[in-house]
């Protein structure tokens, strides 16, 4: 017989709509803040994913399933900062940026009781995923480094966010 951790329909929680406006509003502003930190106060690319991953942890305040996410970025980000620099040689791109996954993916698993596991394994395949598809097009195609872009992808996790809340309480209504 298979035991499951999840909780049964009726105990479902409610759906926290303050927690994702609240994580929605540090989406919206961490999109004009990155947006100024790179186009008005230079900003080097570099630091967009360790930004993100700052940014999300805010949002996790709100919305804790946010935390994963923002684990695995900070991890990842702090690798993309540190690629090349002091004792990191040239040139080691790929080990330095799969150690920082790692890192993040480590630190999931240690806080498993803390961050959903499920939820911790969908983030780090998903993060890995766009970061493999970025890096494929990112030479031919820099409009990928544009901060408008990345700060319109911000706007879009706020709108994501409210979404999903909204989608959640109106199949929560109709059980």
Same mark, same amino acid.
């Given at each position: +017989?298979?035991?499951?951790? %999840?909780?049964?329909?009726?105990?479902?929680?409610?759906?926290? +709509?303050?927690?994702?406006? $609240?994580?929605?509003? @540090?989406?919206?502003? $961490?999109? !004009?803040?990155?947006?100024?930190?790179?186009? *008005?106060?230079? +900003?080097? &690319?570099?630091?967009?994913?360790? &930004? =993100?991953?700052? +940014?999300?942890?805010?949002? $996790? =305040? &709100?919305?804790?399933?946010?935390?994963?996410?923002?684990? !695995?970025?900070?991890?990842?980000? @702090?690798?993309? @900062?540190?690629?090349?620099?002091?004792?990191? *040689?040239?040139?080691?791109? *790929?080990?330095?940026?799969?150690?920082?996954?790692?890192?993040?993916?480590?630190?999931?698993?240690?806080?498993? /009781?803390?961050?959903?596991?499920?939820?911790?394994?969908?983030?780090? *395949?998903?993060? %890995?995923?766009? !970061?493999?598809?970025?890096?494929?097009?990112? /030479? /031919? =195609?820099?409009?990928?480094?544009?901060?408008?872009?990345?700060?319109? !992808?911000?706007?879009? $996790?706020?709108?994501?966010?409210?979404?999903?809340?909204?989608?959640?309480?109106?199949?929560?209504?109709? @059980?």
């Amino acid at each position: +017989m298979a035991v499951s951790n %999840m909780p049964a329909q009726s105990e479902a929680r409610p759906v926290d +709509m303050r927690g994702r406006l $609240g994580a929605a509003a @540090v989406y919206a502003a $961490g999109a !004009v803040l990155y947006f100024v930190a790179r186009e *008005a106060l230079g +900003m080097e &690319f570099t630091l967009s994913p360790l &930004f =993100y991953g700052l +940014m999300l942890l805010a949002a $996790g =305040y &709100f919305h804790r399933p946010l935390l994963a996410p923002a684990i !695995v970025l900070i991890c990842w980000g @702090v690798a993309v @900062v540190l690629d090349g620099k002091g004792p990191l *040689a040239e040139g080691r791109t *790929a080990q330095v940026h799969t150690f920082g996954f790692g890192l993040g993916a480590l630190l999931l698993w240690l806080l498993r /009781d803390r961050i959903d596991p499920a939820g911790s394994l969908q983030t780090v *395949a998903i993060v %890995m995923l766009v !970061v493999a598809v970025w890096y494929y097009f990112v /030479d /031919d =195609y820099p409009v990928l480094e544009r901060a408008w872009l990345w700060s319109a !992808v911000f706007l879009l $996790g706020a709108a994501a966010t409210i979404a999903g809340g909204l989608v959640q309480r109106r199949a929560a209504a109709t @059980v």
